[in-house]
């Protein structure tokens, strides 16, 4: 029996969570399975699997090889893919996950095109704010926003994420326009619950010195949409990503505080696992997404031309 055979009547056991699902699923006789993974277990030298009458179960070292035969098995799927792909057409599965509002706002056309394209491929999106664990979760690639953390990933940089402190006219009618940014602390805030800096604003002047702003939070929320919403009734000031509040700015509902001063330095990102071989579908996702995104991109475009400082200040 070749290796590549015990290898994937292994990872299936594993995967099924029983030898019998595999006999089942197979064709096979139970004990035609159960006899494949005696055989590697002999050939190894090493207990793979505990074996109970209900369940069965990782040894340490049957664990770590499961995750490298996982992979093995993988790529070898992925490089038949490719070889099909290179040979006829793009075809097969895509997992992606992504951000709400940013899927929402702007990657969705983007998405809708790409499948116009290549009707031989399926996508499987999950938007959600939560940060994924590719590896763990098998997606096969994810936008970021922000500061990329994880070092076993790829990325590539698609465009610049902006925010700014924004208030409704209303807001600045009543309480008056702030003089200087750490007069923001006086205002009721509107907070990003699950922001890195906590209770503050960190802020760049354009002359480049640095200042904080500590925030006296009215409203807490982890959907920017809902914060926006908040800020044009006039409930506090909010610090938005600009690729979320642009529209509301451009139409008037909502003043930019300070909009030549650099509130963020954060980027958008797509991102995918450090694999030794990437499915050619997925590659041409990737270069798809990041052709349609520019280091300025379109909504900070639309902001300037109302307000000339807010270009100035990211120069």
């Known amino acids: 029996m070749s ?8 990872v299936e056991i594993i995967d099924a969570g029983s030898l019998s699902a595999v006999s089942r699923r197979s064709g096979l006789a ?9 055989d ?6 090493v207990t793979l699997v505990r074996r109970s009458t209900r369940k069965i179960s990782l040894t340490d070292a049957g664990h770590d090889f499961y995750l490298q035969c996982r992979q093995i098995i993988t790529d070898l799927n ?17 997992r992606l996950a992504a951000p709400v509002t940013f899927t929402y706002r702007h990657l969705s056309p983007i998405l809708t095109e790409f499948m116009r394209l290549y009707p031989g491929v399926e996508l499987e999106l999950e938007a959600n704010d939560r940060r994924i664990d590719l590896i763990q979760d098998g997606f096969d690639v994810a936008i970021r926003l922000g500061r990329l953390q994880d070092s076993s990933l790829r990325a590539k940089r698609l465009t610049r994420i902006r925010h700014l402190p924004v208030a409704s006219r209303a807001l600045l ?16 805030v509107l907070q990003y619950r699950s922001t890195s800096q906590n209770n503050r604003w960190n ?39 600009t690729f979320i509040c642009n529209t509301r700015i451009v139409a008037g509902d909502l003043v930019p505080l300070y909009p030549d001063y650099v509130w963020s330095d954060d980027a958008a990102y797509v991102v995918y696992p450090e694999a030794r071989v990437l499915p050619q579908r997925v590659r041409t996702l990737i270069d798809h997404i990041a052709s349609r995104f520019s280091p300025d991109p379109s ?13 100035d200040g990211w120069a």
């Open 40 to 45: 590697l277990e002999l050939r190894l030298g």
């Open 203 to 241: 802020f760049a002047r354009p002359d480049g010195s640095k200042g904080v702003v500590q925030l006296n939070s009215r409203i807490l929320s982890n959907n920017g949409d809902f914060l926006t919403d908040c800020a044009v009734e006039g409930l506090g000031i909010a610090m938005e990503p």
């Open 299 to 311: 909504w900070d475009q639309e902001i300037s031309k109302h307000y000339p400082l807010y270009q």
């Open 78 to 94: 992925d490089a038949e893919s490719n070889l099909s792909e290179i040979t006829h057409r793009l075809e097969g599965r895509i």
């Open 30 to 38: 139970l004990s035609a399975v159960s006899r494949r993974l005696k």
């Open 3 to 10: 290796r590549l055979t015990e290898i994937e009547n292994f």
């Open 173 to 188: 009618m009543e309480l008056g326009t702030p003089e200087k940014p750490e007069d923001i602390s006086r205002f009721p």
